[in-house]
């Protein structure tokens, strides 16, 4: 984690006093190697999400994951892996789609993601979650693939649903129209989306280990 909280204790005559200084968010190492890779030709987008960052640095988690889910839904646009990356399928590092302002599913999840644990938010608080989207479309039949982040506030809570097609989160009781097939984070990869659902056996998800190589040398 790059947050570091202190405590300045201040002692008069009187009394000693404890003050609790808002925890520090260097992003230095970010906008290092943002500027290396892209040049300043992209850096509103880092700014603006640089900003966002800082601006809640400190507050309670619940603001924390709704500022984040907001920005993102706001500030990035969706499109496909072959209209931004000349590929069918490629999982973009939180700078790429930051720099790109651009991104599929995956992307938005991964972007809000890093972006949370960057806050502070616990490893084992947050799921990426490989749905089923249940088609309401009566055109196409099927179900749609789909990636949605989850938030668990406690282990035995309702985790709480950031979705780049509703900006509102919601609870997963309120979200019927996905299907949870497994989900996963830094941690492992894991059967279904409770929480408690133990490590998938011999799970492997390749793009997922590329992706955390390559945000880490982003400083992530």
């Given at each position: 984690m790059?947050?570091?909280?202190f ?33 300043n ?26 500022r ?13 892996d ?25 992307d938005f ?36 693939a ?60 390749s ?14």
């Open positions: 790059i947050l570091s909280a405590a300045l204790i201040l002692a008069n005559c009187s009394s000693t006093q404890v003050v609790r200084v808002e925890p520090v968010l260097d992003l230095t190492k970010f906008q290092k190697t943002f500027v290396a890779k892209y040049g030709n992209e850096m509103p987008n880092f700014i603006a999400w640089q900003s966002m960052m800082n601006s809640i640095q400190g507050k309670p988690s619940d603001e924390k994951i709704k984040v889910n907001e920005f993102f839904n706001r500030r990035i646009l969706w499109d496909n072959l209209s931004i990356w000349g590929q069918v399928d490629y999982w973009a590092t939180p700078m790429e789609t930051i720099a790109k302002g651009a991104g599929d599913c995956e999840v991964i972007v809000k993601y890093y972006s949370l644990l960057t806050l502070g938010i616990q490893v084992a608080k947050l799921r990426l979650v490989y749905v089923e989207a249940k088609n309401s479309n009566v055109i196409t039949s099927g179900n749609q789909h990636m949605v982040l989850a938030y668990y506030a406690a282990p035995d809570t309702e985790p709480l649903i950031m979705d780049n097609l509703i900006t509102e989160i919601r609870p997963a009781s309120r979200r019927p129209d996905l299907i949870p097939v497994f989900s996963f984070n830094s941690d492992g990869i894991y059967l279904g989306a409770d929480v408690k659902a133990g490590l998938a056996e011999n799970a492997k998800l793009k997922w280990q590329d992706l955390m190589q390559r945000a880490k040398v982003e400083g992530f």
